[in-house]
């Protein structure tokens, strides 16, 4: 899949996908600690996620990180909503509030 990382391409990504991950690597080869982490919460859910590899382009990462007006990667997207990154994911598994939020977009 090739990309220019217009806004109107990274909007389209995640109107597509329930849940988007932009990360550093692949969900099976993460690279970053940050990336991995992010993975592994969303793997844990159990529901499918497209993951977007931010290091295929150098333009990638400014372009999300615009786009988004978020500094930093991995960014995790559910139903369009951008939640943040691995700690956000991960403080949100622990207390349920992920598993809750995928759970009840899908049921509308």
Not at 13 to 41: Q, W, Y
Request: with cysteine.
């Amino acid at each position: 899949m090739s990309f220019n990382w217009t806004p109107e391409e990274l909007q389209a990504i995640v109107d597509e996908h329930s849940i988007v991950l932009f990360m550093k690597g692949t969900p099976e080869e993460p690279r970053c600690g940050f990336s991995n982490r992010a993975a592994k919460v969303l793997q844990q859910v159990g529901v499918p996620f497209a993951s977007v590899n931010i290091l295929t382009d150098p333009r990638a990462i400014p372009s999300v990180c615009a786009w988004a007006d978020f500094p930093t990667m991995p960014q995790i997207y559910i139903h369009g909503e951008l939640i943040g990154g691995s700690d956000i994911a991960l403080e949100m598994y622990e207390s349920g509030e992920l598993q809750e939020m995928i759970s009840s977009e899908k049921s509308n």
